[in-house]
DNA sequence: TACATTTTTGAATTTGAATTCAATTTCACA
DNA sequence: TGTGAAATTGAATTCAAATTCAAAAATGTA
């Protein structure tokens, strides 16, 4: 099973340059100078407080510009149009979730669920942190081919990293490549909505209660093992959601 | 667990209501003659049409009036505007999941099983056949807030009504509301994407598998199953998926 | 300090699509 | 068959936002 690991980046890097094309293909000026270095910059981080306040579909150059404090016209000195702009900004954002998550593979479930942890507490926080970024990532996905591929790479990749040391281990250990691709592609989206419900629309009863951020990792982290391994994960793992481990231990 | 019927019935209408003011909000002139009627249904049914070729976001009303062989001025005789065009398109669309999944509510895991099955296809079903319009959909979740309010409602309640009857039974049964709530809006995304990608994007290796609607129903039912009750369901349900019913005898 | 390069300005222009509208046709019913 | 109400047309208009541009300011360098 899981791709060899060389044939996985390159496949990444090819989806990388497809979706970074889109953004660059405009002729873009170069900056010729630290100042304008700086300026760009300064759109581009006005861009994200911009995503965040406004949203990726209400969003003008106009508004970008007023709060970066520069002129209008200036904006077509450093980017040829407003989706290449965000498309850069998330290219940036997104690279917060290629880093590898931890050095050494898991070779056993249990270590499995470190890895899982981290990789959904990376999750986590963006959302807590970046809610509009990843509301715009989401939405740029369904726009612009070449980004969801990318992006949807990008978490497979995680995923599969992490998982990749596992073949044996646990009940999923005699499922064919293809079998296991389809559960992993479908366990890949467990939580979004959730995420999605507690830290962007924030309506439904859910978002009344208090979940710390690393409380929600580890619901996410313990629901995926449970989903995977068909088991409980290790008590001893659950050290902040401690509702969760009440309920495990009367198992 | 699990709110009353009634509660939940009123919160949905609600949440229908607002979504559909969205629509209605702006003057909608009531057609005013037989023919004013089908012209008007002629244009929604163009606007789907439009939206499974050209996608939500090209899609222009002179687009949808050429489809549907009509002057592009008409279409403010029947429409305030795009948008709530789109949006009474996708309230129609929505009811095909309103309805109750089945008669009786599930009272063993097994039992649920079936219904699951039911919910499931139900949703497979939708992505095979109409893949534009849940592209569409999942678009105008994020673009107007009551609407997606309104299909997390309406999913959310498919979702507690299948399960309203088994409190008590299986490892969740003593898990409280809230826990509760917390892993089912985080396993009612389960699939997602898998279904994106499968019926939509059709990018991923996994597209290019043959993968009949009842065999995926099967997959990501017996994938909630998996995750929610911690145990395989019953061999005898595999009834499509036989690559799934082999690998569960090798247990 | 002079001068060429780059950055900056914001008003003027262009663009593409939404919207209006006056004129025409069709329809339903007496 | 005549009449008023409703539907239909598509060219003309409006509109909001993107885009251009000529002129001014800032910058770095010799």
Known sequence: MYKKETELKNELEIAWKKAADVALSKSVNPTKSHKGALARTNIKKSCRRTLEKVGYHKMKIADVMQEAGMATGLFYHYFPDLRSLVLEVLLDFLSRFKGKILNKPALTKEEWYDVGYTYYFRIVKSYA??????????????????????????????????LKKLPQEGIRGNMSNDQLRIILRALGSVGEELLIDYYITKESKISKLSISERAMAEYLTSLFYQAFFLEQPPLNKMKYAKDLKEWMKTQ
Chains 1, 2 share one sequence.
Do not use: D, H
């Not at 509009?132 to 995923?159: D, P």
């Open 129 to 162: 942190l970046y809610p509009g970024m990843m509301q715009c990532m989401k939405e740029m996905m369904w726009e612009e081919t070449n980004f969801g591929a990318l992006v949807r790479l990008v978490f497979i990749k995680s995923q599969e990293e992490s």
